[in-house]
């Protein structure tokens, strides 16, 4: 069965840092894009970074130069590094794995598993 795991969530200060961990099990996923994905409370989910198999990486204008998502495919888990952070970043984390065929990696809907979530909340 697989499973995604989040960690890492948890209260910082404006201005400071969290690093979130996604753990894989149940398979491998050093072949495929992994994301990361937040929703605030009202607010649909919105996409943050992706890292493909290449080790490419994209990110939302919104975190640009801020946050960074890496991948340790030896522990099948993805990282996003948050520096910087702004109360406008409080949000669930979600991590999302496996894109799907002609989907857009921008897109909630084109991923093939998801985790449960992390909670991040920055104080101003």
């Known amino acids: 069965q697989v499973q995604l795991v989040e960690s890492g969530g948890g209260l910082v200060q404006a201005g400071g840092s969290l690093r979130l961990s996604c753990a894989a099990s149940?398979?491998?996923?050093?072949?495929?894009?992994m994301a990361w994905f937040r929703q605030a409370p009202g607010k649909e989910r919105e996409f943050v970074a992706v890292i493909a198999w290449s080790e490419n990486t994209y990110y939302a204008d919104s975190v640009k130069g801020r946050f960074t998502i890496s991948r340790d495919n030896a522990k099948n888990t993805v990282y996003l590094q948050m520096n910087s952070l702004k109360p406008e970043d409080t949000a669930v984390y979600h991590c999302?794995?496996?894109?799907?065929?002609?989907?857009?990696?921008?897109?909630?809907?084109?991923?093939?598993?998801w985790g449960q979530g992390t909670q991040v909340t920055v104080s101003s």
């Open positions: 999302a794995a496996e894109l799907k065929r002609f989907s857009s990696y921008t897109d909630s809907r084109g991923y093939n598993y």
């Open positions: 149940g398979r491998t996923f050093s072949t495929v894009s």
